[in-house]
């Protein structure tokens, strides 16, 4: 069975930063890209990140490239998800996803507030 | 970046009513278009891949369709487990872009 386990989420104040992680089960982890993407309170759904197989490319959205940072360790089976210079518009559920968005995490909570 | 236009954005509807919902890419995106269904509280699910191929586990009244630029999600005879969040997504190219969904909802 495909699991997709996030953690990392949290309160934060604006400015600071936070690590997601994805680990994921039940299928090869390294044979897939894997995607970032987050819903803010109340919104729709918004891509944010994907990586390759191999870590050989990663495309970012225009509202996080720079500030956030998409990285995979294949041999922990784990998807991360680092963010810098968090905002209030960053506070988002945050899921990852594979095999082109067929299988979702249950997301984690990331709220930035002062 | 490519748009993706989602209509209606609320759409009231009855029990075994015929329902449509249309996203337009603005851009070529050819059959990379992904429709997903949202209950709340939950993840998003995968219900059309491809413009028209239907994903695993998802009932056949579901079913999608391409025009062009114009893509639709067409659910034949509406049940009440089908109320919930519509999001379609163009994979064609990165940013990958989601239509800004339609909340489908008891009339």
């Known amino acids: 069975e495909v699991q997709l386990v996030e953690s990392g989420g949290g309160l934060v104040k604006p400015g600071s930063s936070l690590k997601l992680s994805c680990v994921a089960s039940?299928?090869?982890?390294?044979?897939?890209?894997m995607h970032w993407i987050r819903q803010a309170p109340k919104k729709g759904l918004e891509w944010i990140a994907l990586i390759y197989y191999d870590s050989s490319n990663k495309y970012y959205a225009d509202s996080v490239k720079g500030r956030f940072t998409i990285s995979r360790d294949n041999s922990k089976n784990t998807l991360y998800l680092e963010m810098n210079s968090l905002r209030s518009e960053d506070t988002a559920m945050y899921y990852c996803?594979?095999?082109?968005?067929?299988?979702w995490g249950q997301g984690t909570l990331v709220t930035v507030s002062s | 970046d490519i748009q993706m236009t989602q209509a209606p954005s609320s759409l009231p509807a009855s029990l075994g009513d015929r329902v449509t919902i249309t996203c337009r890419a603005s851009?070529?995106?050819?059959?990379?278009l992904r429709w997903f269904q949202q209950k709340p509280g939950k993840s998003p699910r995968l219900m059309i891949y491809g413009a028209t191929n239907l994903a695993a586990g998802v009932p056949s009244r579901f079913s999608g369709s391409r025009s062009g630029s114009d893509y639709s999600l067409t659910i034949s005879s509406l049940e009440s487990e089908d109320m919930a969040d519509y999001y379609c997504l163009q994979s064609k190219e990165s940013p990958y872009t989601f239509g800004a969904g339609t909340k489908l909802e008891l009339k």
């Open positions: 039940g299928f090869t982890f390294s044979s897939y890209g």
């Open positions: 996803a594979y095999g082109w968005f067929a299988y």
């Open positions: 851009q070529d995106i050819g059959n990379y």
